[in-house]
């Protein structure tokens, strides 16, 4: 058991649920202070000393080199949707970058039809990936670890499911990529997005369908969070089905038993790629991704 999530509902402050067709959103923060010297991939690339791009000797589908010149950790979560390069690409591993340091980062590409410069510099797209993209991307590297000691996803199946969703929503799309599904769609949406609008020092959401745990978000610096919550609406109300039904619950009742269960896990440490140490394990047949510094809990993924 990891001691960061031991008796984890002792220290949350819920608000009050949004709901939405069959969801249900609910924030929270937490009563104890974690490491948040860091900030995120949505502030590091105002930075002129901050760069991500293709590798020096040989670009790569599957990686990507993050210069961090800064004097600032940057936190880049996997999901991340940057935009450039030879193709677009979302991260595939949560990832914390050291002030003044280089990782290279696995990633995935989302736009199968180009393999040609549009800017030498990724900048971070407003969107993230498709929330069934996403869970899908967290199963496929959480299994390479496994079985090859590797963050690689299996990228045919991450084109699969770009197609599907183009097909599907009737989006014109010339290279297959996953941007224009947002393009396409947003724009004709009436939903009044201001439903969503996140209180002051909000750090994670615990999202049910149904009444049933089904996404769990936390970071530990409330800004970084709030930049990341915005794009993750997005992708929610892009991929969830169109319902009138709205689900009334107990839904702290239920974070909590979540949590309680969530205790009892026991939760495998994995190479990381940047700083601190990153944990993966499974809670009804959802995959957990960890990240911790200097024994501070700093990322937490439930999907």
């Given at each position: 058991m990891i001691k960061q999530i031991q008796n984890l509902s002792e220290f949350i402050i819920y608000d009050h649920p949004v709901l939405w067709n069959e969801l249900a959103i609910m924030?929270?923060?937490?009563?104890?202070?974690f490491f948040k010297n860091y900030i995120g991939i949505s502030d590091?690339?105002?930075?002129?000393?901050?760069l991500c791009k293709e590798l020096d000797e040989l670009a790569r589908v599957s990686?990507?080199?993050?210069?961090?010149?800064?004097?600032?950790?940057?936190?880049?979560?996997?999901g991340e949707h940057i935009i450039g390069g030879n193709q677009n690409r979302v991260v595939n591993f949560t990832t914390l970058i050291r002030k003044n340091s280089t990782v290279v980062l696995p990633v995935t590409c989302v736009e199968?039809?180009?393999?040609?410069?549009?800017?030498?510099?990724?900048k971070d797209s407003r969107n993230f990936a498709l929330f069934d993209l996403r869970k899908r991307l967290?199963?496929?590297?959480?299994?390479?670890?496994?079985?090859k000691r590797n963050y690689e996803s299996e990228q045919s199946s991450i084109w699969?499911?770009?197609?599907?969703?183009?097909?599907?929503?009737?989006v014109v799309s010339m290279t297959g990529a996953m941007e224009d599904i947002y393009s396409t769609i947003l724009p004709k949406l009436t939903i009044d997005f201001s439903k969503f609008k996140l209180k002051k020092d909000v750090q994670g959401l615990i999202l049910f369908?149904?009444?049933?745990?089904?996404?769990?978000?936390?970071?530990?610096?409330?800004?970084?969070?709030?930049?990341?919550?915005?794009?993750?609406i997005r992708s929610l109300i892009i991929s969830s089905d169109k319902s009138n039904l709205n689900v009334e619950a107990d839904y702290e009742q239920l974070a909590n038993n979540f949590f309680e269960k969530l205790s009892k896990i026991e939760l495998q440490p994995v190479e990381p790629i940047g700083i601190g140490q990153n944990y993966v394990g499974s809670v009804d047949d959802m995959n957990i991704s960890l990240l911790t510094y200097e024994n501070d809990l700093v990322y937490l993924s439930i999907l």
């Open positions: 924030p929270f923060k937490l009563k104890k202070e590091a690339v105002k930075k002129e000393n901050f990686q990507i080199k993050c210069i961090n010149k800064t004097r600032s950790n940057v936190l880049i979560i996997e199968e039809g180009r393999w040609s410069i549009l800017n030498k510099k990724f967290r199963k496929s590297v959480n299994k390479s670890y496994r079985t699969d499911t770009v197609h599907k969703n183009i097909v599907c929503r009737k369908n149904k009444a049933q745990v089904v996404n769990v978000e936390f970071m530990s610096n409330s800004n970084v969070f709030s930049n990341f919550y915005e794009k993750y």
